[in-house]
């Protein structure tokens, strides 16, 4: 009796606590390989990702907070749901394919306040065969008024198996997003400091992850840290405070929060996924865009030939530029300052905008529209620099009269922010670069979100400690640059400042503000304009740096954007090779870190056919000269394999074609 009176006790008990459980939604990645459940508990909203069966996050808090109306966490209940099958193919104007096909499952999850104001939020989540991807939706309700203000997200990321981390630590929120990466576990990793994204976890059973955003378009910059020993979500505040984050008007949606799962570091590279994430672009018209290669002649130092006249901010300086690229085939040339001067009218100092600084107007002696006349004859496209605080003031008037001039793009400089406020800036940016068919370089900036999709005159950012460093520092080595491609790289277009052709070792390089070197070898710089995906990549070096040099002859020929992108093989933080095809040329490129060895090529991406396959690559490593490098042809078809040396630093490239 005791027994049977226990026995019934305990169903009475279990039939209770079944009462009392939060529904689950799980949802799949179409082969089935992540597993994404979203619950709630008593502590609020919480989500769990698997991955072929193993645990990658476990229980993990989604938080908003509201300076109205408070968090958004006490007694939340779960609502009906329907999962479905998302589909998509489109072109991409830019980046690392031009034709992409996305396919997810997708569901919006309504989560509901069962006391207090019994607010709404809809949580969006996009399950690919590549990542996870989700974002709040907050519709427009009685429970909360229209314009809000976000105080918090403080989403976290509970990882399991304490991976290594690869991430770029920052001291606050003001940031030109450069610097050396660190490389630590996630138990060691320094705690309450603020990572940038994207970051990397490197997991002890051979997968991977990535952390970025998606579509940050009307929000604030996220950032990651690890706070009593969890990753979470911070917000770049607003100017001026510290609590206010985001001011909406509702209905409203934040960026995409984005898991890359894999067990491939290279799968992350080939991936589109936050392009998927994006909206297509509401202007058709987008003939008037051009990719390209341009020079940069304030990275050189501004060398001219000792014949040239009256060297400066003037029409023979730039035409000088100019007349190598219609020679050699550099789609655009870079107008930018001369003596440490701009060429805009600035009565500021050491670049920054002073209280009559006006970048609509060009400099006593320097006849813009002259320039760009001369060029077009000459099929050279210009461009500009300008610095952010100068230009945003005189947005309208500056861009109506650089397409009176001809002018074609422009890198805008020294934002160094993030917050809404800033982003919302850069969007306006964008939006009436293109109504005046002007192309954007993003310096000084933070990463892309995949935002190019929606505006394709966005053809990169910089956000990394680049090649601009050889001018004061010996900071950017070959170890730097290996950790890009698996880090800010998988943001999209990565701002780099190719093209150094005066290649040292880490002993030999000396600080040159003028011609500066650059560490490592000279193929490991040719490598580097395909191992990067960089819209406009620069030759920025001067003219006698290339002319009759070896290796140039690949500069010229090597495309800026790409119809498919293949990773033949990489290791984070040590080499990567990858295969990039423009029609039905591919070009390979492969770096390594400090370490020389030998880097396999295998050719099984080509179609069937017979193919020449130019080769570049390191002298023999006992040359003290890196500058010195092989090149040869080879015949290869989709069976071919190669095994090549790669030196200290050092790199290898390859232009692929069909035999004729």
Known sequence: MPFKKSCFLAILILLFFNAKAQKVVGITSPDKQIQFSLSTDKEGLFYKISYQKTLMVDVSRLNLTFKESGAFKNNLVI??????????????????????????????????????????????????????????????????????????????????????????????????????????????LKAD?????????????GKYMAIT??????YAGMYLMKHDN??????????????????WTLPNKSPWRVLMIGDKPGAFIESNILTNLNEPPATKDWSWLKPGKTTFPWWNGDVVPDTINAPGNNYVTNMYYVDFCSKYGIEYHSVVEYGLHEWYVNDGVSFQPGPHADPSKAVPGLDMKQICDSAAKRGVGIRVWVHFYALYPKLDETFAQYEK?????????????????????????????????????????????????TYPNEFNREGTLNYENDKWSNWVTPDADINIPFTRMLAGSTDYHLGGFRAASPA????????????????????????????LGMVCDDPTAYINQPGFEFVQKVPTTWDETHVIGAKPGEWINIARRKGHDWYIGAITNHEAR?????????????????????????????????????????????????NSGGGMVMHIFPKK
Not at 147 to 153: G, H, L, M, Q, R
Not at 230 to 247: A, H, N
């Open 79 to 188: 609502s009906s749901s329907k999962i479905e099958r998302l589909t998509e193919d489109y072109e991409l104007m830019t980046g690392k394919t031009s034709k992409v096909h996305s396919d997810c499952n997708r569901v919006i999850v309504p989560v509901i306040e069962k006391t207090g104001d019994k607010r709404i939020i809809n949580i969006e989540i996009r399950v690919f065969n590549d990542g996870v991807a989700f974002r709040y939706m907050i519709p427009k309700q009685n429970q909360m008024p229209t314009a809000i203000n976000i105080t918090d997200e403080t989403d976290s990321f509970n990882l399991t198996q304490n991976p290594m981390v690869t991430a770029l630590l920052r001291v606050n929120y003001t940031t030109s997003h450069e610097g050396l990466y660190t490389k630590t576990s996630l138990n060691e």
């Open 193 to 205: 400091t603020l990572m940038d994204m994207p970051v990397l976890f490197e997991f002890k059973n």
């Open 213 to 218: 955003e998606a579509a940050l378009r009307d």
């Open 230 to 247: 969890v990753l979470e979500s911070r917000l770049s505040p607003l100017p001026g405070q510290k609590d206010i984050k985001v001011k």
């Open 405 to 453: 001039w001809g002018i074609k793009g422009l890198m805008c400089d020294f934002m160094d922010r993030d917050d809404q406020e800033m982003v919302n800036m850069q969007e306006e940016i964008l939006q009436k670069a293109a109504l005046h068919h002007l192309h954007i370089q993003f310096h000084g900036a933070y990463k892309p979100t995949g935002t190019s999709r």
């Open 508 to 535: 030999q390089f000396k600080i040159h503000y003028t011609r500066p070197f650059v560490i490592g070898t000279r193929c490991h710089m040719l490598a580097m304009y395909v191992v990067l995906e960089n819209n």
């Open 598 to 646: 030998f880097v396999n090529t295998t050719f099984d991406f080509l179609p069937d056919g017979n193919y020449t396959a130019e080769i570049w690559k390191d002298a023999n490593a006992n040359d003290p000269d890196l500058n010195h490098l092989v090149k040869y042809d080879l015949e290869v078809t989709n069976k071919t394999s190669l095994k090549l040396s790669v």
